[in-house]
């Protein structure tokens, strides 16, 4: 749905407020956890699309909601900055002058933009699917069920997409996983749908924990899959797991990079990795005794694919 950017005006006592970026692919990601931001909780990331008259390059619209009686000049304009600032810090050219277009959409409006936002897909045999697809699915689809929720949480990141099919070859039946930044639990529901006896996986947001659990239950893994609040220093003195999977940022994983090894028998899948980034990080991983066996690249993310060695 597309509707000229709005004049913000009184509060509406109801409907929503719809705010939608248009960014170059690849760094649509960026672009939707700067617009988590209060009112906003959660962030849809749409089909990617060459528009008319752009030469070829690819771009694909971020949107977020919120309720239109929350809606300000004030609000409007910290949910830009928040844009703005986000991208003056990636120092990326392709990032300048973002705009950000608010549009309010009734009750009944924004329910349709939310589902035309989002539409189930594939992943080798992974089809992950929104409560309201229609979609057949194939005798041979494992359907993964969950809701739209934050820029990493759905599935259509590529730095998720590549874990998600890489994850198919390298888990074995029985197998005890390690899901480090487990966020909305895509991952780790994910792993146990694939065969995965036991997973656990950890996150510093307060509310990861809740949705995870949601999410296995859901899908019926609940029993398998166990998820707590907190971050790398609560892997000390943990027992190994056969692989460990790390969608988080590069910084990140060069500041863990010796935990994730002490914490892996026989894999260790780290994304989120920014190409930009990758040559920084490769001497870190080794001097952990990482090896990268595979690099999966992926538009400007790469997936590194180690054994500890």
């Known amino acids: 749905m597309t509707r000229a950017n709005d004049e913000v005006g009184e509060p509406q006592a109801d409907g929503w407020i719809e705010v939608r970026v248009r960014v170059p692919l690849g760094w649509h990601e960026l672009v939707a956890e700067a617009l988590v931001v209060e009112p906003c909780t959660q962030a849809v990331i749409e089909d990617a699309l060459p528009p008319e008259g752009s030469g070829g390059e690819v771009f694909t619209d971020v949107t977020t909601f919120y309720a239109a009686r929350e809606d300000s000049s004030v609000v409007r304009e910290a949910i830009t900055a928040a844009v703005r600032a986000r991208a003056e810090r990636a120092a990326e050219p392709a990032l300048r002058d973002l705009a950000v277009g608010f549009t309010h959409l009734p009750a009944r409006d924004y329910a349709e933009s939310w589902k035309a936002s989002w539409r189930a897909f594939r992943v080798g045999r992974l089809c992950i699917v929104p409560p309201w697809s229609e979609l057949e699915l194939r005798p041979a689809d494992l359907p ?15 730095t998720t997409r590549t874990c998600l ?7 074995r039946p029985g197998d ?4 480090a930044g487990s966020g909305s639990g895509v991952l780790a529901v ?4 694939l ?3 036991e997973v656990h996986g950890f996150d510093l947001d307060p509310n990861a924990e809740t949705a995870a659990n949601d999410l296995a239950r859901d899908n019926g893994v609940l029993e398998r899959c166990h998820f707590r609040t907190g971050g790398f220093d609560s892997l000390v003195g943990s027992e190994p797991y056969d692989g460990v999977v790390a969608n988080i940022y590069a910084d990140v994983l060069a500041a863990q990079a010796t935990i994730l090894r002490a914490c892996a028998r026989r894999f260790v899948l780290l994304s989120g990795i920014h190409r930009r980034h990758l040559d920084g990080l490769r001497p870190v991983l080794a ?12 538009g400007a ?3 590194l694919e180690c054994v500890p060695s």
């Open 144 to 158: 993964l069920r969950l809701a739209p929720g934050g820029s990493f949480g759905t599935g259509r990141h590529p």
């Open 165 to 171: 099919e890489r994850l198919q070859s390298l888990i």
């Open 176 to 179: 005890r996983l390690l899901d």
């Open 190 to 193: 994910a792993s146990a749908l």
């Open 195 to 197: 065969g995965a006896g």
């Open 287 to 298: 001097a952990a005794g990482l090896t990268v066996v595979a690099e999966r690249p992926r």
């Open 301 to 303: 993310w790469r997936t």
